[in-house]
C-alpha cells in the first residue's frame, strides 16, 4: 500500500510555493495546503517586496548564505518567468558622523557574505545619486531590488502547477502523527479528511510553532515560542523623489524607518518595530495607528529634511514572526528535520522573518535536499 500523498506542503506563502515547486521539480507528488481562498495572504503579501543583498546577516548563517544565494536565483527566476522585478539599488545613510563606524562595520559584514559590490561613498556622490538625501557619506548597494511578490508567488505556484504540483485552498492543517510507515495528517474545511504521505513540511509562517504543538512526537522544546513584532507603513501622498530605496542606520528588531518604491514608483516608509503582547497568530490586528506618524516625521527627516507635514498616510502592516523576544540577539532561520525534531519525514520551518522573500528560492533547495536525504536514510 502507497501513501495517499507523496508530499504536503502547509502553507500556500511564499515559502511554501517555492518548496512546493523545488520538490515537485525533483519528480516528487506534491500537493500543498492552504487555510486562506487565494495563495500569499499571510506575512509574503505584507512586506516591503526588497529583494536584499545580504548585507546585515552574521556571516555564515542560514540567512546570510541563503540571502545571497536567494537573491540571484530570484533575479534569474524573475527574468526567466517575466515577474516585474526592478534592480534599483540602495544607499544606507550615515545621517551623522558617529554612525559612519556603524556603516563601515556594516559594508565589511556584506563583503564578508558575499555582498562584494557594497561600497562606500560620500556625501558628495550620494547627493549626485539621490539629490535629496541629507547625511555624512552612505553605503551603495547596487545589487538591492524590488519584486512584484503577488507575481512571483503566482509564478511559483504555476511552475510548480507545470511540474505535477496541486493547491487545495481553505483546507486548514489540523494534526498529525506518525503511524508506521506513513504520518497520517488531519484537514479540515469542507472535505475534512484524514490522509497518509510520506513527507510533510510545515511552511505555515506565523502559525507554524502553534501548529507543530498539533504534531504527535516532536519534542516540544524543539518548538520555538513565538514573538510577533508587528510592523507598520506609511505611505507618501505624492511621486518619490527618489529612484533607489533610501536606508538610516538599522535599529534593534529591524532595519530602520526606511523608504522603499514600488514598482509603480510608489514611496512608501516603514516598517517600524512594533512587539506585540500576543503570541496566537489568530489574534492580530494589522490596522495602522496613524498617532505612529509622529515617530516617522521625526525618523524620516533626520535623511530626507524634504519630507512636509501632512505627507505621511497610514498604509498597511505585517508582522514579523520571530523566535526570539524583544531584547535578545537575533535568530537565524530554523529549518528542522528528523535529526533535530526525530519524527520521520516532517521539515519544519520556523522563524523565517526577513529576507525570506529574497531567500525563498534557496530555502526551498535546501529543504528538497533535506527531503531527500532523509529518503535515502
Ligand atoms: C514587515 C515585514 C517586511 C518584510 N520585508 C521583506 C523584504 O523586503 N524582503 C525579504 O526578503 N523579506 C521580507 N520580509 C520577510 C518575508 O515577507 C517572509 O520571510 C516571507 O513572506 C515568509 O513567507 P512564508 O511563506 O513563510 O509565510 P506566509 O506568507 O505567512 O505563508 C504561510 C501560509 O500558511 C498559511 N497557514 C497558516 N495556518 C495554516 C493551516 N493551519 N493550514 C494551512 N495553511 C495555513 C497562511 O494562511 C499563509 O498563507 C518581511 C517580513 C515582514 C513581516
Known amino acids: ?77 524573475c527574468a526567466d518567468h517575466h515577474v516585474p522585478h526592478a534592480r534599483c539599488g540602495k544607499i544606507i545613510v550615515a545621517a551623522s558622523a558617529d554612525q559612519r563606524d556603524t556603516l563601515l562595520a556594516i559594508a565589511a559584514r556584506a563583503h564578508a557574505n558575499g555582498a562584494t559590490d557594497v561600497r562606500e561613498i560620500g556625501r558628495d556622490e550620494m547627493k549626485a545619486m539621490e539629490p535629496e538625501i541629507e547625511g555624512v557619506m552612505g553605503l551603495a548597494s547596487p545589487s538591492t531590488g524590488i519584486v512584484d511578490t503577488h507575481a512571483l508567488m503566482l509564478a511559483l505556484e504555476g511552475d510548480a502547477a507545470m511540474h505535477g504540483a496541486s493547491t487545495a485552498f ?6 498529525a502523527a506518525r503511524t ?12 475534512a479528511c484524514d490522509i497518509s504521505v510520506n513527507t510533510c513540511v510545515l511552511a505555515a509562517g506565523l502559525a ?18 513565538p514573538h510577533f513584532a508587528k510592523g507598520n507603513y506609511f505611505t507618501l501622498g505624492r511621486r518619490s523623489p527618489f529612484s533607489r530605496l533610501i536606508y538610516p542606520a538599522p535599529e534593534p528588531g ?10 509603480g514608483g510608489r514611496a512608501r516608509f516603514g516598517p517600524d518595530v512594533e512587539w506585540l503582547d500576543t503570541q496566537d497568530d489568530l489574534a492580530i490586528d494589522y490596522a495602522v ?23 505621511l498616510l ?4 505585517g508582522v514579523r514572526p520571530k523566535i526570539v523576544p524583544q ?20 521539515v519544519a520551518l520556523y522563524g523565517i522573518e526577513s529576507p525570506g522573500l529574497t531567500s525563498a528560492l534557496a530555502i526551498a533547495a535546501r529543504v528538497a535536499d533535506l527531503v531527500a536525504a532523509e529518503a535515502n536514510v
Request: aromatic letters at 8%; a neutral charge.
Open 180 to 191: 508506521g510507515e506513513y504520518l497520517r495528517v488531519r484537514l479540515g474545511g469542507d472535505e
Open 254 to 263: 529591524g532595519l530602520g524607518t526606511h523608504l522603499t518604491i514600488d514598482l
Open 327 to 346: 531584547g535578545t540577539a537575533e535568530a537565524d532561520f530554523m529549518i528542522q528535520g528528523q535529526d533535530v525534531h526525530g519524527v520521520r519525514g516532517l
Open 208 to 225: 507554524s510553532p502553534r501548529l507543530a504543538h498539533t504534531i504527535d512526537g516532536i519534542p516540544r522544546d524543539s518548538i520555538p515560542v
Open 1 to 77: 500500500m502507497s501513501a495517499d500523498i507523496d508530499c504536503l506542503v502547509i502553507g500556500a506563502g511564499v515559502i511554501g510555493l517555492a518548496i512546493a515547486r523545488a520538490l515537485a521539480r525533483a519528480g516528487r507528488e506534491v500537493v500543498v495546503v492552504e487555510r486562506e481562498r487565494a495563495v500569499g495572504q499571510g506575512v509574503s503579501s505584507r512586506n516591503s517586496e526588497v529583494i536584499h543583498a545580504g548585507i546585515y546577516y552574521a556571516p555564515g548563517s542560514l540567512k546570510a548564505q541563503l540571502c545571497v544565494e536567494g537573491r540571484q536565483q530570484l533575479y534569474r527566476f
Open 289 to 311: 495607528d496613524p498617532a505612529r506618524a509622529d515617530k516617522f516625521y521625526r525618523a524620516i527627516r533626520r535623511y530626507w529634511p524634504g519630507l512636509r507635514d501632512g505627507e
Open 314 to 317: 497610514p498604509d498597511y502592516s
Open 170 to 175: 481553505a483546507t486548514p492543517f489540523l494534526s
